[in-house]
């Protein structure tokens, strides 16, 4: 059964990472980096503040955001560590949600990372972030082995894994999908086995009055 602890042991480390990366550049970094590096140990420590205070992913607090903007953040931040992160080019920065800024922030980070671990060495994970009718999506592509058919749906269920060849606790797809509900949206995945995957975060579009 997932626990409190459970969830947070695996949602601290990709803020922990994130602030262990800047670290490590800071020093040998330009003025106008640094600042950048600052801004996103800024939301990395947010996000280890929302985490460490509130009870539930199910705690929101709303505002109007881009969605396009928190992918590119989220990528920008997983490079820092030396992942292969390509950002493409249809990607739109002007998609417009109502939502916490950081729980989908922690819905990517769990997308991205989990593209990641599951991506051979020195391949590339493509982030896109597109609107499609009266949705944003931000998606993410893996070279991976792929899920077989029969996993789809159980990869999100918390503690199931599609692989035992890497470790892993099996709860960051069960967060996403939580966090992208509680927003009123969904989680897709489309792959076959030696294909990769492609998951898709699909919210809401904000309209114009909101």
Known sequence: MRTRLDVLVHELRSPVAALLAISEVYA???YSTRLRLVE???TAGASLERLL???TEATLRLTRLDLGRIALD???TATLGGSSIVVAPETDTALAVIGDATRLRQALDNLIGNAIGHSPAGATVTVAATRR???CLVSVIDEGEGVLPEDLERIFEPGVRATSARSGSG????????IAREHGGEVEVESRPDWGATFRLVLPAASDAS
């Open 28 to 30: 040998d970094a330009d």
């Open 40 to 42: 996103l140990a800024c």
């Open 53 to 55: 205070t509130d009870v």
């Open 74 to 76: 989220a990528c920008e």
């Open 133 to 135: 009718g009266g949705s």
């Open 171 to 178: 709860l960051g797809l069960a967060v996403v999908r939580e």
